[in-house]
């Protein structure tokens, strides 16, 4: 090829960029010598037609216009330079890799391919080059034009405070929905269908929280074994909509059928969060294979050892960690996001162990440069942005400890929830605490009740069902000897592990499940359903079920009776929630009154009616508590600056055994109370009304509602 043919293009946009006549491409490797472009035949995969250099470099990007190449061509790369993994580099041009840029991949890895840049299995391991062509086993990125019928589309921008979130996979939620046509289950379009919106609608929930959707890789070790990477934390294209999740193709339809999943969604109201994996990538450490980022410049990309850069250093226990002080790799994460966001219209984000993306190279530190450049960009600091707080490095438990314009999964509410209704010793404080917002932990740094995302089970772990029928993991199907998944879940099987045909254990553990779904949208903070709690669904005590993908892990919508009373349950108590403004404040509380109003904001009751003095909190044995939420005492107006009213709600809770007597507050706190949610009954009506002072039973491990109507002091 003549090198007239190859224009000089620019350095920008990153990545391949189709403009009506031809593409540009742009590619970042500081090390690299020699960088190449490598066509194939969209009809034949494993075809390559054409390969050109890209002859200019500006500022470390390698870059060249390329005339008469179109969208749905199928491109990779092949780096040239210095193969020395003791110094870091570990560029092999014999390895095709990804564009770390790429929109959309077509076709898997597969793992019978020389994918390893080094002679796998040999004697010295990574430190000899391997110089098979692995071309044919590697995905290949699509070269797209723009052009999709938004229709107008806006985002729903459902406030913080009435946000109620909805885990789940896109394949598991709708695989087994015999209302959604069969050709579309388990797929982007299969999310948007009408059922599933129903469904969702019904629920109540605003937001759906999807597991990874980026492209990624199923781990060697587990292709060996005939399973699979189920959850997707494994990415290897930070762009690029997984095309296993697509019923319309892989050749860029993926993305168009994304783009239309999102639109049906925001029509319907619902917001669209990705689960994202930033923090390492499907590469491993030093003996894992080289896809993209490892070939094109290793150091840039991964952090690596000071002492000895031929070994990753890893925060994640995936075997590297995603080097966020590097400005290439911190501007790749910022244009991914920037990306989802005005592209694909997602709504925010949830970061997988988001700790290892504030370490520089001291540590954690919420003024690292991660953290920075999504505060001042003008796209991302408006989105929702949530962090699970921890990784598997030194002091990686950070629970608390993000900046603002963050919320958190917050791992001491669940410890807390759960540790609570099973029985626990020593919880009344850390109960008050995690049913009022965290302020112990999100006020300090003037953070909202907003900043904790309260959940009592998620992806990981074991589902609400199972939470109460089994007291240890049952994760034998995943082929490593039960060792696998966490050991410490604060789990009770209600007296039997496992199922049983028992009525009185079946009672408790269904009362309990109402007892956690009320608990957590009683809570003030922001709720997290996982998809499939309020139906029951089951994975048989498996609480680490990321390589099951099969009916162990989708959701099950043959329901039986209790199932639909638990369906009935879960949309009441979120209906609840939606209609009373005390359950979703804007800021803490006080204990204090507000405004004018005749109650405080927030007061906490012993069992005779008394309020709580400091000593009642510090009681071991205290299992039995109630707390009041006075509706005319919400500090903040509503959006047109009007003070908002509404019901009064008092909360009995009783984690003991036993039946406990709870005296109603007297007479200054109000008249009569209505009952409205007791976790002991299974009727969507209750309608008993009970006098100021006088008496109410809660059962043993047992929740119950109180209403006193706003209208009767307005």
Known sequence: MRRAEVLPGKPFPLGATYDGNGVNFAVFSEHAKKVEVCLFDPTDPKKETRRFPLLETSNHVWHGYMPGVHAGCLYGLRVHGPYEP?????FNPHKLLVDPYARALHGKVDPKAPIHGYVHGGKEEDLVMDTQDDAWGVPKAVILSDGFDWEGDRPPEVPWHKTVLYELHVKGFTKLNPRV????????????????????KKVGVTSVELLPIHAFMDEPFLTQKGRSNYWGYNTLGFFAPDARYSASGSLGEQVAEFKGMVKLLHRAGIEVILDVVYNHTCEGNHLGPTLSFKGLDAGAYYRLSEKDPRYFMDFTGCGNSWNATHPYALKLIADSLRYWVEV??????????ATTLGRDRHGYDTRAAFFQILHQDPVLSR??????????????????????????????YRDTMRRYWKGDDRQAAEIGSRLTGSSDLFALSGRKPTASVNFVTAHDGFTLHDLVTYSQKHNEANGEENRDGANDNHAWNCGVEGETNDPKVNALREQQKRNFLASLFLSQGVPMLVAGDEMGRTQKGNNNAYCQDNELSWVNWELNEKQRQLLDFTSRIIKLRREQPVLSKRRFFRGAHIWDSELKDLAWFRPDGKEMKREDWEKPYVRSLAFLLGGDAIATPDDEGHRIVGDTLLVLLNAHHEPITFMLPALEWGADWELVVDTAATGESLRTHTPAGGKVQAVGRSLVVLRRPATEWE
């Open 86 to 90: 003791k110094k870091g580099l570990r």
């Open 181 to 200: 046509p069969e050709h579309l289950r388990g797929t982007y379009a299969g999310l948007a269908h009408p059922a599933t919106i129903e469904h969702l």
């Open 344 to 353: 694909m219209h997602v709504d925010g984000f949830r970061f997988d162990l």
């Open 383 to 412: 989105v929702k942005l949530i962090a699970e707080p921890w990784d598997v490095g030194d002091y990686g438990y950070q629970v608390g400890n993000f900046p603002v314009l963050w919320s958190e999964w917050n791992g001491k």
